[in-house]
């Protein structure tokens, strides 16, 4: 039974541990909004490529951020919220590796991360939303009723990156995969400002040996014991 009291879920964890599959479950099943806060920074990173920003100066962050606006849409046939970047839907593009491989930088940033965390902190105003990335639980909403931390295998998550983004370009190789998988959770989990880390309050979920049933049914009790 959904409960009808609503709350804050943040989930936190590696690159490509399931957060936003177990997020989206979740949150279709609870009635709740998702949000993937990682698209955000993956979308102010396409701006900067394509814009040639140079990231290291900040007054070309700080300019080229006003020229910003970031809003979620959602797409009835898919019946997901996408990513719009001053009203293009760039929801399939940020996922590309010419993304990926900077993200970690520019989400190190800042301006860049007072940026986005004043707009997913209105994101949660409401409740009734369920966010995953790196520092919800942490820095977002330190309050928040229930906090996840997910963890998987490496090889596992490799696996399962490298199945995605195989789809979408044949040519990209697991090393690939891999090594930027390597280099973002080293990157996020070693910043200065809001690094990767587990919430005190955090409870984990290892989801290598987890179906997507089990995960989900895992999390909607966490849900029920922090609603009772
Ligand atoms: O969840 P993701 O892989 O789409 O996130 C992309 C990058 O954005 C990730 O390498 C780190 C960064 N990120 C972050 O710093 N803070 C968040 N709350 C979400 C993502």
Not at 184 to 208: F, G, K, M
Not at 210 to 218: A, F, I, S, Y
């Amino acid at each position: 039974m959904v409960p009808s009291k609503k709350i804050i879920v943040t989930i936190d964890g590696w690159s490509s541990c399931g957060k936003s599959t177990l997020a989206k479950q979740l949150a279709k099943e609870l009635n709740y909004v998702y949000i993937d806060s990682g698209a955000m920074y993956r979308a102010v990173t396409l701006y900067f490529l394509r814009n040639h920003i140079d990231w290291t100066s900040p007054v070309q962050v700080v300019e080229a951020l006003q020229n910003i606006h970031l809003d979620f849409r959602f797409n009835e046939q898919s019946a997901q919220s996408e990513m719009f970047l001053n009203d293009e839907n760039v929801e399939y593009v940020i996922r590309d590796l010419v993304v990926a491989e900077k993200v970690s930088d520019v989400a190190s940033i800042k301006e860049v991360r007072d940026f986005a965390v004043a707009q997913q902190r209105k994101m949660g105003a409401r409740k009734g939303i369920v966010m995953d990335g790196r520092d919800i639980g942490t820095v977002v909403f330190p309050h928040a009723e229930l906090k996840i931390f997910m963890t998987a295998d490496n090889a596992i998550r490799v696996q399962r990156r490298f199945k995605e983004l195989f789809q979408k370009n044949p040519n990209i190789s697991i090393e690939e995969v891999k090594n930027n998988l390597e280099m973002r959770d080293y990157i996020d989990s070693h910043r200065e400002i809001s690094p990767l880390r587990q919430a005190d309050d955090a409870i984990v979920i290892d989801n290598t040996h987890l179906t997507m049933e089990q995960q989900l049914h895992k999390a909607l009790h966490l849900v029920n014991e922090k609603c009772g």
